[in-house]
């Protein structure tokens, strides 16, 4: 399957498509950068929950097929994100968890 980065005219296109000749992996935690420049994170349930509901309003998709943790909080055990992730999962909301520059 090949991989595309879509702007709003790539979703149109995707949308004539069957939902399972694609994938759709996106990813979540970078809240705002202070004033200094520094990279605000955030990975309390609500918020993996809150940019996971946007997530899928914003594509325009039922499922995200890999949702990637971008970051880590490192005032959050990581557990208590996957358990998030987790839930995300069941509820068919997600199909798999990803990391993507996961160190501290």
Not at 16 to 45: C, N, S, W
Not at 86 to 100: A, D, F
């Amino acid at each position: 399957m090949p991989r595309v980065k879509l702007g709003t005219q790539g979703l149109e296109a995707l949308k004539k498509l069957p939902r399972e000749r694609f994938q759709v992996a996106t990813k979540f935690e970078v809240v705002k950068m202070d004033y200094e420049g520094m990279i605000i994170v955030r990975e309390e349930r609500e918020y993996v929950r809150s940019f996971c509901e946007a997530s899928l309003k914003r594509l325009d998709v039922d499922y995200i097929d890999i949702y990637y943790q971008h970051w880590v909080d490192t005032t959050i055990l990581t557990e208590k994100t996957m358990e998030e992730l987790k839930k995300l999962v069941e509820e068919g909301k997600i199909k798999y968890i990803g990391l993507s520059e996961s160190k501290p």
